[in-house]
């Protein structure tokens, strides 16, 4: 079956790093959105601080920038592990195919996993299920690496 952006023809997998890193940037994005006169250019990092401080801020909103800038720094915590497993798949000369459908379904790990953190973690039993989702994700990057393994042999 032909594809429409020519998934099995064209190699997509270089792209998904910028889009990865664009993931991570967007809860920090929704943060300082959310954080408004308590985001701090000068000292960014201050501003859960701040908020936590703010006696205007509700605790929910308050809790949900918290949240957004922990799903932040864990996205670019994985982010060189991903560049480097998609650059590994690429060396080891693994199938366009399948270097595009593990990059697509770490992309949309990493969305699932912001949108249910940020978003859904208000409920503290959707916190298992954000757990899962990190684990796929992980297993996305750990599964690029054994493609290029099993590619070099």
Known sequence: MAS????????????TIPAAFILCMAP??????LANKNYD?????KTI???AKDTTLDKVTARRIARAEAASANGFETL????AAVVAGNTAGVAAERLNQLTLAYLLSRAAYSYI?????????????R???????AGLIMTLFVAAGGASN
């Not at 920090?28 to 959105?33: Q, R």
């Not at 953190?117 to 299920?129: E, M, T």
């Open 80 to 83: 060189g592990l991903y560049a």
């Open 49 to 51: 601080e701040h908020c």
């Open 117 to 129: 953190y940020v978003f859904l973690q208000d409920n503290s039993k959707f916190a298992p299920v």
């Open 131 to 137: 757990s899962l989702v990190w684990m796929a994700g």
């Open 4 to 15: 429409l952006v020519g998934f099995a023809s064209t190699n997509w997998s270089y792209y």
């Open 41 to 45: 250019l000068g000292n960014p990092r």
């Open 28 to 33: 920090h994005a929704y943060a300082i959105k």
